[in-house]
């Protein structure tokens, strides 16, 4: 990996992979491409399976109940509970870890801070 900063030395540095050639690029065409590196990160991290046991302890950190996330998916109580200790994992993971993630970013902001 190499890391990149701005010409102007303000910006953030980026790391791509080596062998990458951004000699010319302007500093909108790096940030282009780490938009699509994290979309692609993003992409990732809700479609995994092992996502959603990280996703559930937030919210039992924040207090929530199993059966309150069980309501919000769709499914019972004692399907979040073998998903959080991993006993099973949802089948297809993202769109119940795109829920887990609102639910998570909710109680962050209820709470006035931010989910680490």
């Not at 010409?7 to 699509?36: C, N």
């Not at 998903?83 to 639910?103: D, H, I």
Request: hydrophobic content about 35%; proline content about 5%; aromatic content about 10%.
């Amino acid at each position: 990996m190499v890391t990149f900063r701005s010409r102007d030395g303000k910006g953030m540095t980026v790391t791509y992979p080596e062998g990458l050639d951004v000699t010319g690029w302007t500093d909108a065409e790096v940030m282009e491409l780490v938009k699509k590196q994290n979309a692609q990160a993003l992409e990732d991290y809700m479609a995994s399976p092992d996502t959603t046991p990280e996703l559930l302890r937030q919210l039992h950190d924040a207090k929530v109940t199993y059966q309150a996330i069980a309501s919000e998916v769709g499914v019972s109580y004692m399907t979040i509970y073998r998903w959080s200790r991993g006993f099973s994992k949802p089948r297809p993971a993202k769109p119940v870890n795109e829920t887990l993630m609102f639910m998570c970013n909710f109680e962050s902001i209820k709470r006035g801070h931010f989910i680490r």
